[in-house]
């Protein structure tokens, strides 16, 4: 349990600056560790939120305080990296959007809130949600899974204690045992991080399976700056083996998109491009196998 005082640190406040960090990095590294043995129940739980989020559903996350302000972090991030929908993204914050700034008192308290709040976003069978709170006990974050599996949502519940409400009532349990923090019941230390750590690889492993990535690279990102474009013309450059000009010729045409410039890289016309992926699902590799074989030059 977080809220559990270590008697390791008792003297905290008295160590050098040094010997405290060092003990807080100890900490962090103990809480990237926590993830290994979750490992089988979150790839349980990324496979069923991908199968929602392929037949066309949306994606919520559920907390409040530390949790929900890493899960918006997490969430926010799907959009550039991966085009995913911004309307296919959604929270369900204790205390509403001014919580994720400052707190909200009695906020994580109110189910009630919560319940309403699932009912607000039409939260139903073809979504999936992810409910956090590092004790696992959280009221709000308990009701809105709750309310979310009886409206008929997959539900996905992160929680830092075994047999915690949270994992009870969620379709997919998952653990991360960190322990007791430096600070006793800081959640933003230890809790917080393993909940990023787990966030990040959910996330970004429902988008590889929703083929938003391909050979390792983000095929599906948002060229939105030099930096990206620059990116992206590398990422055409690599997968059809053409030249800086010609990537950005086939860039040009298709809306500097990476996935439809390196089909129109390999020879396709734009809207050829455009139908193989839509008749592969718009993933890359499947796409791929419709480019007709270059014969060599003689």
Known sequence: MSEAADPRYRDLDLWDDRTALAAMWEGQLAAVAAIGPALPDIAAGVAAIADRLARGGRLFYAGAGTSIRIAVQDGTELGPTFDWPEARTGYLIAGGEGALREAVEGAEDDA????????GAAIGPPDAVIGIAASGRTPFTVAAVRAARAAGALTVGIAGTAKAPLLEVAEHAICLGTGPEVLAGS?????????????NLISTQVMMRLGRVH??????????????????????????????????????????????????????????????????????????SQVPRREPDN
């Open 187 to 199: 959640t933003r230390m230890k809790a917080g991080t393993a909940q990023k750590v787990a966030l």
């Open 215 to 288: 050979g390792g690279l983000m095929v599906d990102m948002r060229p939105a700056n030099a930096k990206l474009r620059t990116r992206a013309n590398a990422m055409v450059q690599q997968l059809s083996g053409v030249d800086a000009a010609q990537a950005e010729a086939a860039l040009q045409t298709v809306g500097r998109r990476v996935k439809p410039a390196v089909l129109v890289a390999l020879g396709l016309s734009p809207a050829d491009a455009r139908r193989a992926l839509a008749e592969s699902d718009d993933v890359l590799r499947r796409a791929l």
């Open 112 to 119: 009630t809130d919560a319940a309403a709040q699932v009912v």
